[in-house]
């Protein structure tokens, strides 16, 4: 959205708001029986890690309290934290990674603090805007027979080969942010200067489709429909590894792009003691390793040992470095006047 | 029910009221929201919802030729598929009225397949169907005839989803009306020497007009609010309102662009409505006691219809047949299919763990209640409503009243994502209400203007000779009520229940907005996994649902007649 001087005066008195939490923090109350958390989260293999793996040790360590969990996609969820603002039915929502950055910016949520003890673990870019619980980075994916070489650059894309096979991500979402993001970056520009990313995908047109969805895709691959596109690798792999072994997860030379879920607390909430303990649950060893051994989402900690068999499908120690993270207030801003010009250039 | 309307002037008001009074407490306020939001200048979320009115979306909207282009196009698509659904539609309603009545449950549930299955599971019925190595292709290749590539992510294959899915809305709406035609009307137009394809043209066609009237302002006002199964078959090729409020409204947090939108489509849509109803009063002018013209089919069309006829009418009702069915084999394949996701295509083991989910899973089990009660509740509140409603349309009508219905079938014309949006900023009101309560009133509202329509066309149908026939015999008004109307009513009112019933138990859009820890609904569980990766879980739902209504319809084939009593 683009913020006009009057929401930037809103916005600082958000950030009013939020700074006392700094200092008032010790005196939250301690959980008590009856008190009860509400989590907003994805349906599926997410809600079934945490109730396993946060829920049962959080109901061990505080007897007598309830998690609720409220289910759905992001986009449900964020509109109705703006419009709950600063008295929230939620406890705890979790967003995307430059969602959860504008959430605080616009007072919905809470900054990170080191009442959560495993903040202290955290790789730095997922201390941003929340915390971030699982790093699930965006690459390109392809079918390897019709590939007449292993895909190493985003420039790859730009192969003849590939011409009409492409399902290019739809913009916006964090697939199509990435590919609209990395596609300006590899030819010059940046998210100050996406035209040049417009241009160079719009170079790629006709495209076979334009996907929605990891599942959607998975559909045209499945169909024939579509060859390469750019996809989240972590659950991708599921895909491949389940269904269709010709699938392959490229690792390019410039990085992939991050994405990353992230805990955030909620501006106002009566159980902040209670949230943050859920977050540090969350970041624990056996819900990362959930994460990482069920859907290939990668640790956000640095104090894990993996297994040695499961280190080569995930982003771990040098490769989060690799990441390539962009300026998200920027990508915010314009998100409105990109996504109208997605429409109109790519999709339409 | 008695007396004239010249005799009871105040009885059509006093039938309007429930209804009118039900969607100004729960939809007017929702609905003003919207309307305020529209005339915002810019989006600030957190702003008051009361700000000086600009027109400034509106002036964005008509100076922006792909909006303009974006808004064409969803109404011609949902012209599109208003034919297709009555082409296909048509015939199965015809067949479905001959079936001998001990078939007829299980026609039904045939016929309801599309709305017991997760738009997912049938999205994914046509993107088989129409895929490069397809089932068309495949059929295209057995003939020697070479594959079209390009079938799908088009308008059409967009159109031909939303009709698999709006069918049984017309059907239904065409079945009470056409079983409702006499037989000897029948037999009179045979004496006359039509066969029995003419006759469908020249007698059975004009009489269930209303019927028709009501299910195409219901499926025309569906498909140009669609956005799902638009985002999954027209993969972003294809652009409907629907999807663009969506984006606006969630992803680019603009609800007055959003709010502005669905008000732009919710006029020129009502505008689509009222030109039907003026269409079909001036098309059923002996409604009216009007003298009809007389029609005549010239000769030369009588006997191209004798001729190829039977043949299309046979094909076009094993198409629909077979659209219909295509989801009923993919979930019952899907659910033993021992896969990690719904949208796989191949079997590769069968496995019965994802009933086993759902069954004892505990927390499919708690959806599926809530959304049962919620379902059953949200039907009887909203036939209780719609009933008088109807009589009101029907033979009490009152100056004003076709502006009141008009306001009455507002919540089909608006895209739901703009409902959830201007309860949005009613949450705090509506999470003080318990939440089956507040969630009940807004289902009411998202179903009564099906209710009202098709239950409008079967009062319109009722014999009044026989409640003449009562009165003359002595029959008190609630008497007459009782046992001559409601049995009269009884297919109507059943096609009602179980749309009314249905709609609610599927209904995601605006719940996944107003959801609570509590109250999490079946769909939004499935809508929420969907966010994340789709598992069989869902075909197993949707086996669960499809065997459940087979029965359900059975047992309801012993208490109630599923056809009128003069019908046979």
């Given amino acids: 959205m683009t913020i006009t001087r009057r929401q930037t005066g809103r916005l600082l008195l958000g950030a009013g708001l939020a700074a006392p939490l700094h200092f008032t923090r010790t005196a939250h109350a301690q959980p008590k029986a009856g008190d009860e958390l509400v989590v907003g989260i994805w349906g599926g293999a997410q809600e079934r890690i945490v109730r396993e793996h946060v829920e049962k040790a959080l109901l061990a360590k505080y007897p007598g309290v309830k998690i609720s ?17 600063g008295r929230p039915s939620f406890d705890l929502i979790y967003l995307n990674i430059f969602e959860s950055r504008q959430a605080v910016k616009d007072g919905v949520t809470q900054a990170p603090t080191d009442a959560v003890p495993q903040f202290a673990n955290l790789y730095d870019v997922a201390k941003l805007g929340g915390y971030g619980v699982a790093f699930n980075p965006v690459t390109i994916v392809y079918d390897k027979r019709k590939a007449s070489k292993p895909v190493t650059s985003w420039q790859d894309l730009w192969n003849p ?42 170079e790629l047109k006709p495209f076979a489709a334009i996907q929605g969805s990891q599942d959607q895709l998975y559909g045209m691959f499945d169909q024939g429909v579509a060859d390469i596109s750019v996809e989240f690798g972590s659950f991708t792999r599921s895909y491949a590894e389940s269904r269709n072994p010709n699938i392959e997860i490229a690792n390019p030379v410039e990085g992939q792009a ?11 909430t009566r159980n902040q003691k209670l949230a943050e303990e859920w977050v540090n649950l969350h970041l624990s060893a056996p819900c990362m390793l959930a994460y990482a051994q069920q859907i290939y989402y990668s640790p956000t900690v640095k104090n894990l040992s993996i297994p040695a068999e499961l280190q080569p499908k995930l982003v771990l120690g040098p490769d989060v470095a690799q990441l390539v993270d962009f300026d998200w207030d920027v990508v915010i801003r314009n998100q409105p006047a990109w996504t109208s010009r997605f429409n109109r250039e790519i999709a339409g | 029910m008695t ?50 009115p600009s027109t400034a979306q509106f002036t964005a909207i008509f100076g922006d030729e792909f909006l303009v282009r974006v808004i064409i196009e969803t109404l011609l698509l949902g012209a599109g598929v208003t034919a297709l659904t009555v082409v296909l539609g048509y015939p199965l309603a015809l067949w479905l009225v001959r079936l001998p009545l001990k078939w007829r449950p299980l026609a039904f549930a045939v016929i309801l397949i599309p709305l017991l299955t997760n738009v997912v599971v049938r999205s994914l019925g046509i993107v088989l169907l129409l895929a490069p190595d397809g089932l068309i292709n495949q059929a295209l290749g057995l003939v020697g005839i070479p594959p079209f590539r390009q079938m799908l992510y088009t308008h059409g294959a967009v159109a031909l989803a939303l009709a698999q899915v709006f069918m049984p809305f017309m059907v239904l709406a065409l079945y009470d009306v056409l079983q409702g035609t006499s037989p000897r009307v029948h037999e009179a137009a045979e004496s006359l020497g039509a066969s029995r394809i003419v006759r469908v043209f020249l007698v059975d066609l004009p009489l269930s007009l209303p019927g028709l009237r009501a299910g195409i302002i219901i499926v025309f006002l569906m498909a140009s609010t669609a956005y799902v199964s638009a985002t999954l078959l027209g993969g972003k090729k294809v652009w409907t309102t629907g999807m663009l409020v ?19 489509m919710t006029v020129a849509s009502t505008l ?16 009216s006691a009007s003298p009809s013209g007389f029609r005549r089919l010239p000769g030369w069309i009588i006997c191209l219809l004798d001729l190829f006829g039977p043949t299309i009418g046979k094909l076009l009702l094993m198409c629909s047949l077979l659209l219909l069915l295509l989801p009923l084999v993919l979930v019952v394949i899907q659910s033993f299919n021992d896969v990690p996701q719904a949208t796989v295509a191949g079997f590769r083991a069968f496995t019965l763990k994802w009933y086993e989910r759902v069954l004892f899973g505990g927390a499919y089990a708690a959806s599926f209640w809530i959304s049962v009660q919620l379902a059953a509740a949200t039907a009887v509140v ?25 306001f009455w079938t507002l919540p089909l014309s608006l895209p739901h994502v703009a409902i959830g949006v201007g309860m949005l900023k009613l949450l705090q009101v509506f999470t003080a209400i318990p939440s089956f309560l507040g969630m009940l009133a807004v289902h009411v509202v998202l179903v009564l203007p099906f209710s009202i329509t098709l239950l409008q066309a079967s009062v319109e149908q009722l014999d009044k000779a026989q409640e003449d026939a009562a009165a003359s015999l002595g029959a008190s008004a609630p008497w007459r009520f009782f046992l001559i109307v409601m049995p009269g009513l009884a297919p109507g009112l059943l096609a009602a229940s179980i749309m009314s019933f249905l709609i609610s138990f599927g209904e995601v859009t605006v719940t996944s907005f107003l959801t ?11 809508y929420a996994e969907a966010s994340f990766s789709l598992e069989p879980t869902v075909h197993a739902v949707s086996a669960i649902l499809i065997v459940g209504t087979v029965i359900l319809l059975m047992m309801l084939n012993q208490l109630v007649r599923l056809d009128r009593l003069y019908a046979r």
């Fill in chain 1, 69 to 85: 969990y409220v289910l759905g996609g992001t986009p449900e969820r964020r509109a109705r934290a703006y419009a709950e603002r």
């Fill in chain 2, 3 to 52: 007396g004239t309307p010249e005799q009871r002037p105040f009885f059509g008001p006093i039938l309007a009221f429930p209804v009118t009074f039900w969607l100004l407490l729960t939809f007017a306020a929702p609905f003003a929201v919207l309307t305020l939001l529209s005339l915002h200048e810019y989006p600030d979320p957190f702003g008051p919802v009361l700000q000086a």
């Fill in chain 1, 161 to 202: 080969e590939w011409r009409g096979r492409i399902a290019w991500p739809s913009y916006p979402g964090a697939q199509g942010t990435a590919g609209l993001l990395m596609a300006a970056k590899i030819f010059g520009g940046s998210e100050n200067a996406i035209d040049i990313g417009f241009r160079k995908i719009r």
């Fill in chain 2, 246 to 264: 969506w984006q606006e409204a969630l992803q680019n947090l603009n609800a007055p662009m959003a709010a502005a939108l669905s008000l732009v």
């Fill in chain 2, 272 to 287: 689509f409505a009222l030109a039907v109803i003026w269409i079909t009063r001036h098309l059923t002018p002996w409604r």
């Fill in chain 2, 516 to 526: 609570t820890a509590r109250m999490t609904t079946l769909p939004v569980r499935i």
């Fill in chain 2, 382 to 406: 909203a036939i209780s409503l719609a009933l008088p409603a109807a009589f009101a349309l029907a033979r009490h009508r009152f100056p004003g009243l076709t502006g009141l219905s008009a």
């Fill in chain 1, 258 to 268: 991050i994405a990353m879920n992230v805990a955030c607390i909620t501006v106002g």
